[in-house]
Protein backbone atom coordinates (compact mmCIF):
# COMPACT_ATOMS: atom_id res chain seq x y z
CA UNK A 1 0.00 0.00 0.00
CA UNK A 2 1.59 3.81 -0.85
CA UNK A 3 1.56 5.65 1.79
CA UNK A 4 0.22 9.28 1.24
CA UNK A 5 1.61 12.05 3.14
CA UNK A 6 -1.80 14.04 3.93
CA UNK A 7 -3.34 17.39 5.10
CA UNK A 8 -2.79 15.98 8.23
CA UNK A 9 0.56 13.97 7.91
CA UNK A 10 0.61 9.94 7.51
CA UNK A 11 -2.87 8.89 9.34
CA UNK A 12 -4.73 5.61 9.37
CA UNK A 13 -4.95 2.51 11.23
CA UNK A 14 -3.11 2.45 14.46
CA UNK A 15 -1.27 -0.78 12.75
CA UNK A 16 -0.35 0.51 9.22
CA UNK A 17 0.78 3.76 11.17
CA UNK A 18 2.98 1.39 13.54
CA UNK A 19 4.08 -0.54 10.21
CA UNK A 20 5.72 2.25 9.07
CA UNK A 21 7.01 4.30 12.19
CA UNK A 22 10.52 3.02 11.82
CA UNK A 23 10.74 4.56 8.26
CA UNK A 24 9.19 7.93 9.44
CA UNK A 25 11.81 8.23 12.21
CA UNK A 26 14.43 7.54 9.77
CA UNK A 27 13.12 9.74 7.49
CA UNK A 28 12.46 12.88 9.88
CA UNK A 29 16.60 11.76 11.20
CA UNK A 30 17.76 12.38 7.19
CA UNK A 31 15.35 15.32 7.32
CA UNK A 32 17.09 17.07 10.55
CA UNK A 33 20.69 15.82 9.14
CA UNK A 34 19.58 17.66 5.47
CA UNK A 35 18.83 20.79 7.37
CA UNK A 36 20.84 20.74 10.39
CA UNK A 37 17.95 21.57 12.62
CA UNK A 38 15.67 19.51 15.26
CA UNK A 39 12.08 17.99 13.87
CA UNK A 40 8.84 17.67 15.54
CA UNK A 41 7.11 14.44 15.69
CA UNK A 42 3.38 14.39 16.93
CA UNK A 43 1.68 11.34 17.43
CA UNK A 44 -2.09 11.98 17.00
CA UNK A 45 -4.89 10.71 15.18
CA UNK A 46 -6.73 13.86 15.94
CA UNK A 47 -10.24 14.06 15.89
CA UNK A 48 -10.74 9.96 14.34
CA UNK A 49 -11.52 7.01 16.29
CA UNK A 50 -8.87 5.60 18.88
CA UNK A 51 -8.45 2.10 16.87
CA UNK A 52 -6.50 4.90 14.17
CA UNK A 53 -3.44 6.91 14.88
CA UNK A 54 -1.17 9.16 12.98
CA UNK A 55 2.21 11.22 12.83
CA UNK A 56 2.13 15.25 12.27
CA UNK A 57 5.82 16.27 11.56
CA UNK A 58 7.33 19.96 11.94
CA UNK A 59 9.61 22.00 11.51
CA UNK A 60 12.12 24.10 13.78
CA UNK A 61 10.16 27.24 13.35
CA UNK A 62 7.13 25.23 15.04
CA UNK A 63 5.18 25.38 11.28
CA UNK A 64 4.54 22.48 9.46
CA UNK A 65 7.15 20.97 6.97
CA UNK A 66 6.77 22.14 3.60
CA UNK A 67 5.72 20.13 0.67
CA UNK A 68 9.52 19.44 -0.41
CA UNK A 69 9.88 17.42 2.76
CA UNK A 70 6.20 15.73 2.91
CA UNK A 71 7.59 14.49 -0.62
CA UNK A 72 10.91 13.41 1.12
CA UNK A 73 9.63 11.75 3.84
CA UNK A 74 6.74 10.26 1.32
CA UNK A 75 9.73 8.57 -1.04
CA UNK A 76 11.63 7.08 1.95
CA UNK A 77 8.44 5.51 3.41
CA UNK A 78 7.50 4.03 0.08
CA UNK A 79 10.75 2.48 -0.43
CA UNK A 80 11.19 -1.17 -1.56
CA UNK A 81 12.50 -3.36 0.86
CA UNK A 82 15.97 -3.57 -1.06
CA UNK A 83 15.63 0.19 -1.32
CA UNK A 84 15.24 1.01 2.18
CA UNK A 85 18.09 -0.91 2.67
CA UNK A 86 20.51 1.05 0.38
CA UNK A 87 19.01 4.63 1.79
CA UNK A 88 20.51 3.59 5.50
CA UNK A 89 23.77 1.85 4.21
CA UNK A 90 24.46 4.45 2.66
CA UNK A 91 23.45 7.75 5.36
CA UNK A 92 24.05 5.84 7.93
CA UNK A 93 28.19 6.92 7.95
CA UNK A 94 26.88 10.65 6.84
CA UNK A 95 24.39 11.45 9.49
CA UNK A 96 26.20 12.62 12.51
CA UNK A 97 23.87 14.78 14.29
CA UNK A 98 20.14 14.28 14.19
CA UNK A 99 17.34 15.48 16.52
CA UNK A 100 13.71 14.32 17.16
CA UNK A 101 11.14 16.14 19.68
CA UNK A 102 8.82 13.77 19.68
CA UNK A 103 5.09 13.92 21.68
CA UNK A 104 2.11 12.31 21.67
CA UNK A 105 -1.85 11.98 22.00
CA UNK A 106 -3.71 9.63 24.65
CA UNK A 107 -4.13 6.74 22.22
CA UNK A 108 -3.17 3.42 23.43
CA UNK A 109 -1.06 2.74 20.31
CA UNK A 110 1.47 5.61 20.45
CA UNK A 111 4.04 4.44 22.61
CA UNK A 112 4.61 1.44 20.43
CA UNK A 113 4.86 3.70 17.45
CA UNK A 114 7.25 6.16 19.54
CA UNK A 115 9.39 3.10 20.59
CA UNK A 116 9.41 2.28 16.46
CA UNK A 117 10.36 5.82 15.69
CA UNK A 118 13.14 6.21 18.07
CA UNK A 119 14.79 3.06 16.12
CA UNK A 120 16.38 5.66 14.16
CA UNK A 121 18.89 6.28 17.32
CA UNK A 122 20.19 2.91 16.69
CA UNK A 123 21.14 3.20 12.84
CA UNK A 124 22.32 7.27 13.02
CA UNK A 125 22.55 7.79 16.46
CA UNK A 126 19.59 10.52 16.59
CA UNK A 127 19.12 12.59 20.14
CA UNK A 128 15.58 11.52 20.54
CA UNK A 129 13.77 14.22 23.12
CA UNK A 130 10.00 12.83 24.67
CA UNK A 131 7.46 14.77 25.91
CA UNK A 132 4.91 12.54 26.72
CA UNK A 133 0.87 13.51 26.49
CA UNK A 134 0.73 16.40 25.03
CA UNK A 135 -1.72 18.65 22.89
CA UNK A 136 -0.47 19.27 19.09
CA UNK A 137 -0.07 22.99 19.46
CA UNK A 138 2.27 22.26 22.83
CA UNK A 139 4.34 21.00 20.73
CA UNK A 140 4.88 23.11 18.31
CA UNK A 141 5.84 25.30 20.38
CA UNK A 142 8.34 22.79 22.39
CA UNK A 143 10.05 22.21 18.80
CA UNK A 144 10.51 25.86 19.05
CA UNK A 145 11.43 26.01 22.94
CA UNK A 146 12.00 22.59 24.62
CA UNK A 147 11.11 24.17 28.09
CA UNK A 148 7.80 21.42 28.97
CA UNK A 149 6.80 24.67 31.21
CA UNK A 150 6.67 27.22 28.66
CA UNK A 151 2.75 26.34 27.46
CA UNK A 152 1.35 25.66 30.60
CA UNK A 153 2.93 29.12 31.70
CA UNK A 154 1.46 30.67 28.66
CA UNK A 155 -1.96 29.41 28.85
CA UNK A 156 -2.36 30.75 32.52
CA UNK A 157 -1.10 34.41 31.60
CA UNK A 158 -3.15 34.40 28.90
CA UNK A 159 -6.58 33.33 30.60
CA UNK A 160 -5.63 35.99 33.22
CA UNK A 161 -6.18 38.38 30.92
CA UNK A 162 -10.14 37.71 31.21
CA UNK A 163 -11.41 39.80 34.23
CA UNK A 164 -15.46 38.57 33.89
CA UNK A 165 -16.77 35.46 32.12
CA UNK A 166 -20.34 36.49 30.85
CA UNK A 167 -21.88 32.71 30.84
CA UNK A 168 -21.67 29.33 31.96
CA UNK A 169 -19.40 27.41 30.36
CA UNK A 170 -19.41 23.51 29.51
CA UNK A 171 -16.10 22.38 28.41
CA UNK A 172 -15.90 19.39 26.08
CA UNK A 173 -12.05 17.51 26.09
CA UNK A 174 -13.43 14.56 23.86
CA UNK A 175 -11.28 12.56 26.63
CA UNK A 176 -7.94 13.50 24.99
CA UNK A 177 -5.42 15.84 25.38
CA UNK A 178 -6.83 18.94 26.45
CA UNK A 179 -8.07 18.22 30.02
CA UNK A 180 -4.00 18.20 30.65
CA UNK A 181 -3.90 21.89 30.36
CA UNK A 182 -7.73 22.75 31.11
CA UNK A 183 -7.31 21.84 34.18
CA UNK A 184 -5.21 23.73 35.42
CA UNK A 185 -7.81 26.80 34.27
CA UNK A 186 -9.55 27.07 37.63
CA UNK A 187 -12.81 29.61 36.98
CA UNK A 188 -16.72 28.82 39.09
CA UNK A 189 -17.83 29.37 35.56
CA UNK A 190 -15.83 26.60 33.69
CA UNK A 191 -17.29 22.88 34.06
CA UNK A 192 -14.91 20.42 32.33
CA UNK A 193 -16.69 17.24 31.01
CA UNK A 194 -15.24 13.94 29.30
CA UNK A 195 -12.32 14.48 30.77
CA UNK A 196 -9.51 12.19 30.73
CA UNK A 197 -11.34 8.53 30.01
CA UNK A 198 -9.17 7.27 27.09
CA UNK A 199 -10.91 4.22 26.14
CA UNK A 200 -13.51 6.85 24.88
CA UNK A 201 -11.20 9.24 23.08
CA UNK A 202 -13.82 11.13 20.84
CA UNK A 203 -16.45 8.84 21.22
CA UNK A 204 -19.78 10.28 21.20
CA UNK A 205 -17.58 13.41 22.27
CA UNK A 206 -15.20 15.67 20.53
CA UNK A 207 -15.55 18.67 18.02
CA UNK A 208 -15.68 16.14 14.78
CA UNK A 209 -18.68 14.56 16.65
CA UNK A 210 -21.12 17.55 17.49
CA UNK A 211 -20.23 19.50 14.42
CA UNK A 212 -21.66 16.36 12.37
CA UNK A 213 -24.36 15.31 14.64
CA UNK A 214 -25.84 19.34 15.08
CA UNK A 215 -27.35 21.35 17.95
CA UNK A 216 -30.11 18.22 18.77
CA UNK A 217 -27.13 16.37 19.89
CA UNK A 218 -26.36 19.39 22.61
CA UNK A 219 -29.87 20.30 22.72
CA UNK A 220 -30.26 18.10 26.33
CA UNK A 221 -26.61 19.17 27.24
CA UNK A 222 -26.85 22.46 28.31
CA UNK A 223 -29.35 25.44 29.61
CA UNK A 224 -30.39 28.68 28.00
CA UNK A 225 -27.76 31.50 28.18
CA UNK A 226 -24.50 29.01 28.50
CA UNK A 227 -22.05 28.22 26.03
CA UNK A 228 -20.93 24.49 25.49
CA UNK A 229 -17.48 24.19 24.40
CA UNK A 230 -15.56 21.36 22.31
CA UNK A 231 -12.40 20.55 21.58
CA UNK A 232 -11.07 17.60 19.44
CA UNK A 233 -8.28 14.25 20.65
CA UNK A 234 -5.45 16.74 20.41
CA UNK A 235 -6.83 19.84 20.93
CA UNK A 236 -5.96 22.00 17.85
CA UNK A 237 -9.55 22.15 17.22
CA UNK A 238 -12.68 23.56 18.88
CA UNK A 239 -16.64 24.75 18.21
CA UNK A 240 -18.79 26.02 20.44
CA UNK A 241 -22.69 25.70 20.78
CA UNK A 242 -24.82 28.53 22.18
CA UNK A 243 -28.63 28.24 23.79
CA UNK A 244 -30.43 30.54 23.41
CA UNK A 245 -34.65 30.65 23.98
CA UNK A 246 -34.56 27.01 23.88
CA UNK A 247 -32.50 27.44 20.54
CA UNK A 248 -28.98 25.40 20.16
CA UNK A 249 -26.55 27.81 17.76
CA UNK A 250 -23.53 25.96 16.83
CA UNK A 251 -21.06 28.69 16.37
CA UNK A 252 -18.06 26.93 13.89
CA UNK A 253 -15.04 27.66 12.79
CA UNK A 254 -16.40 30.19 10.43
CA UNK A 255 -18.56 31.94 12.92
CA UNK A 256 -15.83 31.90 15.20
CA UNK A 257 -13.19 33.68 12.08
CA UNK A 258 -16.32 36.27 12.35
CA UNK A 259 -16.48 36.87 15.98
CA UNK A 260 -12.91 37.64 15.83
CA UNK A 261 -13.65 39.74 12.52
CA UNK A 262 -16.06 42.23 14.43
CA UNK A 263 -13.15 42.64 17.27
CA UNK A 264 -10.86 43.76 14.70
CA UNK A 265 -12.77 45.32 12.08
CA UNK A 266 -12.11 48.89 13.65
CA UNK A 267 -8.09 48.41 12.41
CA UNK A 268 -8.83 47.62 8.66
CA UNK A 269 -7.90 50.77 7.84
CA UNK A 270 -4.82 50.87 9.57
CA UNK A 271 -3.91 47.32 8.52
CA UNK A 272 -4.16 44.82 5.34
CA UNK A 273 -6.90 42.55 7.51
CA UNK A 274 -7.07 39.03 5.27
CA UNK A 275 -10.28 37.06 6.31
CA UNK A 276 -9.44 33.15 4.69
CA UNK A 277 -11.35 30.44 4.81
CA UNK A 278 -11.88 27.11 2.51
CA UNK A 279 -14.32 26.38 0.11
CA UNK A 280 -16.32 24.52 2.88
CA UNK A 281 -16.41 28.25 4.34
CA UNK A 282 -20.56 28.95 4.01
CA UNK A 283 -20.59 32.02 1.33
CA UNK A 284 -23.09 34.32 3.31
CA UNK A 285 -19.92 34.64 6.22
CA UNK A 286 -17.71 35.93 3.53
CA UNK A 287 -19.76 38.42 2.15
CA UNK A 288 -20.29 39.49 5.42
CA UNK A 289 -15.97 39.85 5.99
CA UNK A 290 -16.23 42.05 2.95
CA UNK A 291 -19.17 44.05 4.03
CA UNK A 292 -17.29 44.73 7.16
CA UNK A 293 -14.17 45.96 4.89
CA UNK A 294 -11.99 42.76 5.15
CA UNK A 295 -10.16 41.25 2.16
CA UNK A 296 -11.35 37.42 1.78
CA UNK A 297 -10.15 34.42 -0.15
CA UNK A 298 -10.53 30.96 -0.19
CA UNK A 299 -7.43 28.33 -0.07
CA UNK A 300 -7.50 24.55 -0.82
CA UNK A 301 -8.57 22.32 2.42
CA UNK A 302 -6.35 21.89 4.62
CA UNK A 303 -4.86 24.31 7.34
CA UNK A 304 -1.05 24.70 5.98
CA UNK A 305 -2.66 26.30 3.09
CA UNK A 306 -4.39 28.45 5.01
CA UNK A 307 -1.31 29.63 7.21
CA UNK A 308 0.43 29.65 3.99
CA UNK A 309 -2.08 32.06 2.45
CA UNK A 310 -2.06 34.34 5.87
CA UNK A 311 1.72 35.46 5.52
CA UNK A 312 0.23 37.69 2.87
CA UNK A 313 -1.33 40.04 4.92
CA UNK A 314 -0.38 42.15 7.87
CA UNK A 315 -3.23 40.57 9.96
CA UNK A 316 -5.10 37.45 8.34
CA UNK A 317 -8.01 35.52 10.41
CA UNK A 318 -8.04 32.05 8.87
CA UNK A 319 -10.24 29.34 9.83
CA UNK A 320 -11.59 26.11 7.97
CA UNK A 321 -15.56 25.37 9.08
CA UNK A 322 -14.39 22.49 11.47
CA UNK A 323 -12.86 25.10 14.30
CA UNK A 324 -9.44 24.59 12.91
CA UNK A 325 -7.60 28.22 13.02
CA UNK A 326 -6.20 31.54 14.50
CA UNK A 327 -5.00 35.14 14.00
CA UNK A 328 -1.78 35.22 12.29
CA UNK A 329 -0.16 38.48 12.99
CA UNK A 330 2.56 39.09 10.58
CA UNK A 331 3.49 42.67 12.01
CA UNK A 332 3.75 44.00 15.37
CA UNK A 333 0.84 46.45 16.40
CA UNK A 334 1.32 49.59 17.91
CA UNK A 335 -2.38 48.95 19.16
CA UNK A 336 -2.89 47.32 23.21
CA UNK A 337 -5.94 45.57 21.98
CA UNK A 338 -4.17 43.97 19.07
CA UNK A 339 -0.69 42.80 21.58
CA UNK A 340 -3.16 41.68 23.27
CA UNK A 341 -4.38 39.55 20.95
CA UNK A 342 -1.20 38.58 19.28
CA UNK A 343 0.08 37.30 22.56
CA UNK A 344 -3.23 35.37 22.82
CA UNK A 345 -2.99 33.46 19.91
CA UNK A 346 -0.56 30.65 19.05
CA UNK A 347 1.13 32.17 15.74
CA UNK A 348 2.25 28.67 14.78
CA UNK A 349 -0.75 26.87 14.29
CA UNK A 350 -4.46 26.49 15.27
CA UNK A 351 -5.20 25.70 19.13
CA UNK A 352 -8.34 25.04 20.31
CA UNK A 353 -7.35 25.53 23.45
CA UNK A 354 -5.77 29.64 23.00
CA UNK A 355 -8.91 29.95 20.81
CA UNK A 356 -11.15 28.86 23.59
CA UNK A 357 -9.88 31.47 25.75
CA UNK A 358 -9.64 34.54 23.19
CA UNK A 359 -13.14 33.77 22.73
CA UNK A 360 -14.04 34.35 26.39
CA UNK A 361 -11.84 37.41 26.29
CA UNK A 362 -13.70 39.06 23.02
CA UNK A 363 -17.17 37.86 24.63
CA UNK A 364 -16.33 40.53 27.31
CA UNK A 365 -16.67 43.18 24.74
CA UNK A 366 -19.10 41.16 22.07
CA UNK A 367 -21.97 39.67 22.79
CA UNK A 368 -22.64 36.18 21.84
CA UNK A 369 -26.35 37.58 20.53
CA UNK A 370 -24.30 40.69 18.02
CA UNK A 371 -22.45 37.76 16.50
CA UNK A 372 -25.18 35.22 16.02
CA UNK A 373 -27.26 38.14 14.21
CA UNK A 374 -24.22 38.75 12.08
CA UNK A 375 -25.66 36.71 9.41
CA UNK A 376 -26.87 33.50 8.47
CA UNK A 377 -25.85 29.96 6.58
CA UNK A 378 -26.95 29.38 3.36
CA UNK A 379 -28.11 25.96 3.07
CA UNK A 380 -25.75 23.53 2.27
CA UNK A 381 -25.12 19.57 1.99
CA UNK A 382 -22.10 17.54 2.19
CA UNK A 383 -22.48 14.10 0.02
CA UNK A 384 -19.73 10.94 -0.80
CA UNK A 385 -19.71 9.92 -4.24
CA UNK A 386 -18.10 6.60 -4.28
CA UNK A 387 -15.91 6.11 -7.91
CA UNK A 388 -13.97 3.77 -9.17
CA UNK A 389 -10.47 6.02 -9.50
CA UNK A 390 -10.68 9.67 -7.03
CA UNK A 391 -7.72 10.75 -9.23
CA UNK A 392 -9.48 10.89 -12.15
CA UNK A 393 -10.69 14.29 -11.00
CA UNK A 394 -8.19 17.58 -11.16
CA UNK A 395 -9.25 20.61 -9.38
CA UNK A 396 -8.13 24.04 -9.34
CA UNK A 397 -5.70 25.83 -6.79
CA UNK A 398 -8.53 26.47 -4.31
CA UNK A 399 -10.58 23.29 -4.89
CA UNK A 400 -14.10 25.27 -6.08
CA UNK A 401 -14.03 24.45 -9.85
CA UNK A 402 -13.03 21.12 -11.78
CA UNK A 403 -10.79 21.34 -14.68
CA UNK A 404 -10.52 17.49 -15.26
CA UNK A 405 -12.54 16.43 -16.80
CA UNK A 406 -13.97 19.45 -17.49
CA UNK A 407 -17.30 18.47 -19.33
CA UNK A 408 -18.15 17.87 -15.51
CA UNK A 409 -18.00 21.31 -14.26
CA UNK A 410 -19.80 22.73 -17.69
CA UNK A 411 -22.49 19.89 -16.85
CA UNK A 412 -23.57 21.28 -13.61
CA UNK A 413 -23.17 24.89 -14.26
CA UNK A 414 -25.56 24.56 -17.55
CA UNK A 415 -28.52 22.43 -15.23
CA UNK A 416 -28.15 24.94 -12.80
CA UNK A 417 -28.63 27.59 -15.34
CA UNK A 418 -31.37 25.65 -16.78
CA UNK A 419 -32.95 25.68 -13.78
CA UNK A 420 -32.54 29.47 -12.63
CA UNK A 421 -31.21 28.52 -9.71
CA UNK A 422 -28.21 30.42 -7.76
CA UNK A 423 -25.67 27.70 -6.37
CA UNK A 424 -21.82 27.08 -6.04
CA UNK A 425 -21.01 23.95 -5.69
CA UNK A 426 -17.30 21.52 -6.27
CA UNK A 427 -16.24 18.39 -5.83
CA UNK A 428 -12.71 17.70 -4.54
CA UNK A 429 -11.14 13.79 -3.80
CA UNK A 430 -11.20 12.81 -0.30
CA UNK A 431 -7.35 13.62 1.24
CA UNK A 432 -7.30 9.42 2.59
CA UNK A 433 -10.08 7.24 0.94
CA UNK A 434 -11.19 6.50 -2.77
CA UNK A 435 -14.27 9.14 -2.78
CA UNK A 436 -15.34 12.42 -4.07
CA UNK A 437 -16.05 14.77 -1.66
CA UNK A 438 -19.73 17.18 -2.96
CA UNK A 439 -20.57 19.92 -1.54
CA UNK A 440 -23.54 22.26 -2.49
CA UNK A 441 -24.65 25.71 -1.15
CA UNK A 442 -28.06 26.80 -1.86
CA UNK A 443 -31.45 28.12 -0.72
CA UNK A 444 -32.95 25.04 -3.39
CA UNK A 445 -30.68 22.63 -2.57
CA UNK A 446 -32.60 20.13 -1.04
CA UNK A 447 -34.20 20.18 -4.47
CA UNK A 448 -30.94 20.02 -6.39
CA UNK A 449 -28.10 17.96 -4.65
CA UNK A 450 -29.65 14.43 -6.26
CA UNK A 451 -29.47 15.89 -9.61
CA UNK A 452 -26.09 17.10 -9.14
CA UNK A 453 -25.04 13.54 -8.11
CA UNK A 454 -26.42 12.05 -11.02
CA UNK A 455 -24.67 14.15 -13.41
CA UNK A 456 -21.30 13.84 -11.53
CA UNK A 457 -21.90 9.96 -12.15
CA UNK A 458 -22.72 9.91 -15.71
CA UNK A 459 -19.25 11.40 -16.47
CA UNK A 460 -17.39 9.86 -13.45
CA UNK A 461 -17.35 6.37 -13.36
Not at 39 to 48: E, F, L, P, Q, V
Not at 163 to 176: E, K, P, R, S
Not at 295 to 321: M, Q, S, V
Request: glycine fraction near 6%; include cysteine; proline fraction near 2%.
Amino acid sequence: MIQKYGTSGFRNNAKLIFDISFRIGIGCAYLSHLTSKHIGIMITASHNPIEDNGVKIIDHTGSMICTEYENILENIVNLSHIEFGKFIDEYKPLIKQSKLIIGHDTRPSCLDIQNELMKCSEIFNTNCVTFGLVTTPQLHMLTVDENIDYYNDYIKKIFSKITTINYNCIVDCANGTAYNIMEKIQHERIKLSNTNNHDLLNHNCGAEYYSSNGCDEINNNINNNELFFSFDGDSDRMILFYKSNDKVHMIDGAKIATLYALYLKKFSNKYNIGFIGTGYTNSAGMKYAESINLHTCRTKTGIKYLHEKAKEYDIAIYFEPNGHGTILFNVDPDDLELIILKNMLNQYIGDGISNFIAVLYILQYISIDTLIDTYLDVKYKQVKIHVKDKSQVVTNNDETKVIEPIDVQILVDKYLVDKMISARWFIRPSGTENYLKLYVESDDVDSIVDDIVNLIKSKIE
